[in-house]
């Protein structure tokens, strides 16, 4: 799935650091995803829901938590109550760069943060959680008992959670103790979907059931069997992605139509590799890559087979129009370009077509079909050759109308 970074400055001033995962196909809406306790934007479940997500064309924004992989910030300084007000920059950041988030999904105590965030934000349509505790202190239970005391009596101490060495002081433990979340949930008036798995033994089941009990309708339960709390399986963080795209599309029908900005099209680097862009054009997102034989990761077309692409689609689309319009039988049409260069040739480009025609046509009929061929707008710009204007600076660069080029194929096509 294509992929961005998304820095943008949390509560506190720090910079947070972010990926986008952008949107495939029609573009349902935007969303934030909140890791678990210690676990970062790049966790397992984090990256596999909000590729999953974007697949069913909700883009997500996954952030570290400061003081958390890329993100600035010492953790020991960190809060619950910090988190959940750089979740809300987070959807402020969003929202000024034009994809408002409708949809918070927070997994474990993200998912307690998601709950406490929604609130302050308008624009949240839907809320999801994924193995989410009723009572934040429940991340307590991850401290060993001698760590606890240590912080009790020094202000703050070394723990380990998850495997890993962490500062944390005591006002994270405070912070922790300060917090109501069944007020919050009774009073969150938003469509809630509740995601856990029964053997959970990290955050178990019945922290989720006082969510749901504590929740107003519309509010709904899917139970994770057989799945841990990291949904370290890809089949489980697969399911519960799948889940929560087709229950959130539901609440985010207003976003399904985007501004469309002034230009043609848009590439972007993605952070990924050397060359990996991410291309926005005619309300699609995807990816534009180099080989990997010239340093490349492959994960895309190249921009001469974006040139390719352009000739093969213009001339079948135009012979379409010239088939139709004048009755001939033709049942499909393919174009196949290639390119390639010769430096000893002037010009030294050049693209090889090749058309197949399928349907009962005559010789006589496929030869004039050849000729229109060589007609079809993006044809005749590659023969021309073009103007371009250049400018440096943020604004989108201005296009053609969007009709203008079914307009020139139609002229062709009658011709």
Request: aromatic share 6%.
């Amino acid at each position: 799935m294509p992929m961005r970074s998304f820095d943008f400055t949390g509560a506190e001033g720090r910079r947070l650091s972010g990926r986008l995962e952008l949107p495939t196909g029609r573009l349902h809406g935007w969303a934030i995803f909140a890791h678990c306790f210690t676990c970062g934007k790049d966790n397992v479940a984090a990256v596999r829901i909000a590729r999953a997500l974007s697949g069913a064309g909700i883009g997500v924004l996954r952030f570290d938590f400061a003081g958390l992989g890329e993100s600035e910030g010492p953790f020991a300084e960190t809060s619950f109550s910090g988190n959940v007000r750089d979740l809300i920059a987070a959807a402020a950041a969003m929202e000024e760069a034009g994809m408002t988030p409708g949809l918070l999904v927070g997994h474990s105590l993200g998912g307690a943060a998601v709950l406490a965030a929604a609130g302050d934000l308008p624009s949240v349509k839907a809320v999801a959680t994924l193995a989410a505790p009723f009572d934040v202190t429940n991340v307590l239970r991850q401290f060993e008992p001698h760590a606890l005391e240590a912080i009790a009596a020094q202000g703050e101490a070394d723990v380990r959670l998850a495997g890993r060495p962490f500062r944390v002081g005591q006002g994270f433990i405070d912070d922790l103790r300060r917090h109501d979340q069944g007020a919050r949930i009774g009073a969150l008036h938003r469509p809630l979907l509740i995601v856990h798995g029964p053997l959970d033994d990290t955050v178990g089941i019945d922290q989720s059931t006082k969510i749901f009990l504590a929740a107003r309708h519309p509010k709904s339960f899917v139970s994770l069997d057989h799945a841990d709390h990291l949904l370290s399986r890809k089949a489980d963080a697969d399911f519960a992605a799948s889940v929560i795209a087709a229950w959130a599309i539901r609440y985010l029908p207003e976003l399904a139509e985007q501004p469309v900005l002034p230009t043609d099209a848009e590439a972007e680097e993605t952070g990924a590799g050397k060359f990996q862009l991410t291309i926005r054009a005619g309300g699609a997102t995807f990816p534009a890559d180099e080989p990997v034989s010239v340093g490349g990761l492959g994960s895309g077309p190249s921009p001469y087979d974006l040139l390719s692409s352009a000739l093969a689609a213009c001339t079948t689309m135009t012979l379409r129009l010239y088939a139709d319009g004048k009755g001939w039988p033709v049942t499909r049409i393919r174009t196949s370009v290639g390119h390639q260069r010769d430096r000893g040739q002037t010009p030294a480009d050049l693209f090889t077509r090749r058309i197949a025609i399928d349907g009962e046509v005559d010789a006589e009929q496929r030869a004039r079909m050849l000729e229109i061929a060589d007609n079809c707008p993006v044809h005749r710009t590659l023969e021309r050759g073009a103007r371009f204007d250049t400018v440096l600076g943020e604004p989108p660069a201005m296009a053609e109308p969007a009709e203008a080029h079914a307009q020139a194929m139609e002229r062709v096509a009658k011709g």
